[in-house]
Each structure stands twice: as C-alpha cells, then as structure tokens.
C-alpha cells in the first residue's frame, strides 16, 4: 500500500526556521515526483513545488520561488519543505502528494507570536 | 504560467441531480487535467486524470471529458456523500495550477 506520512502539526513565531517532512512507503521513493502544496485557512489549494528524488531535480510555483525550499533524501525516502524565515501568512495547511495520485495527511504550520 | 478558470465557485442541487463544472485554461494543455475532491478537513482524493480517465475505486457516477482548453466534470446523479469541494488541476510540462474550486451544497 502506498502512504505518504507526514510530520505533525508546527507552532512557530515570525521569523522562526521551520523544515517539514514527508516519508513515501508501498513504492519506489525515487521513481515519482513529489508535489508539496499550501492549503491557508477557508481557501483553496495552492500548487507550490515539485521535486524528483531520483535525481532531485526541482521547479517551483513562481508564487512560492525563493519563499521555501524543496529537498528529498533519497536513503530515508523523504521530501521535505522548508522556511528560513516564516511569516503569519505562512499559516496554513501543507500537503505533499505523489504525482497527484496519493497524498499525505497534512501538516498543519501555525506562525503566531 | 498557466492559469486556471473554474466555475461556479459554489452550487446547490438535489439528490439526483446532474452537476456541471467547467474549466478552463489559458492555454492548450492537451488532456493534461486532474479532479479532485475535497471533504472538510480531508487530503484532496483523485477522481478523474487525464481529462476522461476515471481513478480506481470511483463511482462511475462521476466523469470528465474536454481538450485543449475547455474542461468539464459531471456527476449524473448527485448523492449526499458528494457534499465537497472539487479542484480542476493542470499538469503541462512540470508546471501546475489549481483551479479555484467549487463548493457543491445540498439543496
């Protein structure tokens, strides 16, 4: 069975770093791109940016380049997303998806001082 | 970028009922076009890929169909497990937008 699972819900203060996870299992890790994307409160979904964890080619939303960070280690079949510096308008949910047809469960990113 | 047109954003219907929603895209993506739908609180679940091509484990109930720019997702008869969100979503080239969604309501 395939899953991707995702890490848990993040509080965070403005300006605060933040890496979020999602480790695939039930196929092979490095053969489908993974898509992460941004679901803010009450609206709807955001297609952020993809990468392959073959070779760990990436492309990014233009809305979202610059903004985040997209990564994958291959050895612990896991894509990541990350902030180096988060903002309130950071808050929201985040999903990863493989090629659209499996998706994690969510992780839910709170930015509030 | 390609943009996404998607509409009505909301609607009300029957049980019973046929419901429509549109795409469209700024451009040709060929069939490049998923649906998806969305329960409160719920990961978005792939109904419809390829434009036409019905995910396994859907109801035949559900169904897409267009090319080029003009997309469009039906339900044939409207049941009260299919109170959600749906997303028309393009996948041209390693770039992709969402539609803004529908809201589908109970009337």
């Known amino acids: 069975e395939v899953q991707l699972v995702q890490s848990g819900a993040e509080v965070k203060k403005p300006g605060e770093s933040l890496k979020i996870s999602c480790k695939g299992s039930?196929?092979?890790?490095?053969?489908?791109?993974i898509g992460w994307v941004r679901q803010m409160p009450g609206k709807g979904l955001e297609w952020m940016g993809i990468?392959?964890?073959?070779?760990?080619?990436?492309r990014y939303s233009p809305s979202f380049q610059g903004q985040v960070t997209i990564s994958a280690d291959k050895s612990i079949s896991t894509a990541y997303l990350q902030w180096s510096s988060l903002k309130a308008s950071d808050t929201a949910m985040y999903y990863c998806?493989?090629?659209?047809?499996?998706w994690g469960q969510g992780t839910l990113v709170t930015v509030s001082s | 970028d390609i943009q996404m047109t998607q509409s009505p954003s909301s609607l009300s219907a029957s049980v019973g009922d046929r419901v429509t929603i549109t795409c469209q895209a700024s451009?040709?993506?060929?069939?490049?076009l998923n649906w998806y739908q969305q329960k409160p609180g719920k990961a978005p679940k792939l109904l419809i890929y390829?434009?036409?091509n019905l995910e396994t484990g859907v109801p035949s109930r559900f169904s897409g169909s267009g090319s080029g720019t003009d997309f469009t997702f039906t339900i044939s008869s409207l049941q009260p497990e299919d109170i959600a969100t749906y997303y028309c979503?393009?996948?041209?080239?390693?770039?992709?937008?969402f539609g803004q969604g529908t809201k589908l309501e109970i009337k």
């Open positions: 979503q393009q996948y041209d080239n390693l770039s992709y937008t």
């Open positions: 451009q040709d993506i060929s069939n490049y």
């Open positions: 998806a493989r090629e659209g047809l499996d």
């Open positions: 990468i392959y964890p073959g070779d760990s080619d990436t």
């Open positions: 390829d434009a036409s």
């Open positions: 039930g196929y092979s890790f490095t053969s489908y791109w």
